[in-house]
């Protein structure tokens, strides 16, 4: 009989500038994600997450940069190398997973937010990120992070139109709202996106509270096809 197909937890989460580090820690023990996308990171979140209590649990790590906003990490459970970064002002980094034999493209998204002056930034920083998934081939993907977009706006559909798929959205989550936290996830915006391609199949997701943060974290368990 053939093996039925891995099933991945996956977890994107942004931590308002490391504020939240300490609810993404406890998020890490209850909820056991194999693969997480980590936001606003900053130089004391990325030393605890070097130390032995998160190395146990996820000893496959790729930081960049090292500003508040800026720092940004990929933790997993599956060994991990790493990839050129998408290029933005915020740290975009990339790896490849081995999930029991199967190669999957693992990239934070974390475009520069759409504020008035920095429109032109935002919209080539998504556009950025659509370029990685047009490129990708035939290779598993997942682009997971604070995209600062939701499904109305072009740049991020462009995105979509490459193949890539909103867990979310197939999920039956569509239009769950992840920011502003205390707002979300009644009111507010989506913005916060697992994004997979072809043979990686969503079966639920689920909106996390993080204390500290202004997102909801998502976590995304998805079925890895060969």
């Given at each position: 009989?053939?093996?039925?197909?891995?099933?991945?937890?996956?977890?994107?989460?942004?931590?308002?500038?490391?504020?939240?580090?300490?609810?993404?820690?406890?998020?890490?023990?209850?909820?056991?994600p194999h693969l997480v996308s980590v936001q606003e990171c900053d130089a004391e979140c990325a030393r605890r997450l070097r130390g032995s209590a998160v190395r146990d649990g996820h000893p496959y790590q790729v930081f960049a940069g090292d500003g508040a906003a800026e720092g940004s990490a990929i933790l997993s459970t599956y060994p991990l190398s790493a990839r050129p970064r998408v290029p933005g002002t915020l740290s975009m980094p990339g790896a490849v997973a081995d999930v029991r034999g199967?190669?999957?493209?693992?990239?934070?998204?974390?475009p520069m937010p759409p504020e008035p002056l920095r429109l032109?930034?935002?919209?080539?920083?998504?556009?950025?990120?659509?370029?990685?998934?047009?490129?990708?081939?035939?290779?598993?993907?997942?682009?997971?992070?604070?995209?600062?977009?939701?499904?109305?706006?072009?740049a991020f559909r462009a995105i979509v139109d490459t193949g890539m798929r909103d867990a979310?959205?197939?999920?039956?989550?569509?239009?769950?709202?992840?920011?502003?936290?205390?707002?979300?996830?009644?009111?507010?915006?989506?913005?916060?996106?697992v994004?997979?391609?072809?043979?990686?199949?969503?079966?639920?997701?689920?909106?996390?509270?993080?204390?500290?943060?202004?997102?909801?974290?998502?976590l995304v368990e998805l079925r890895v096809y060969e």
């Open positions: 009989d053939p093996e039925p197909p891995a099933q991945i937890r996956v977890l994107t989460a942004n931590l308002r500038q490391g504020q939240a580090l300490d609810a993404l820690l406890a998020a890490l023990r209850q909820e056991r199967l190669p999957v493209r693992f990239q934070v998204a974390h032109e930034v935002w919209r080539r920083e998504l556009a950025a990120l659509r370029t990685f998934a047009a490129r990708r081939g035939g290779e598993r993907t997942i682009i997971a992070g604070d995209f600062n977009a939701t499904q109305d706006h072009a979310a959205r197939l999920a039956g989550r569509s239009r769950t709202a992840t920011w502003p936290v205390p707002l979300a996830p009644r009111v507010g915006a989506q913005i916060d996106h994004l997979v391609s072809e043979r990686l199949v969503p079966v639920r997701a689920r909106f996390l509270p993080l204390a500290g943060s202004d997102h909801l974290a998502v």
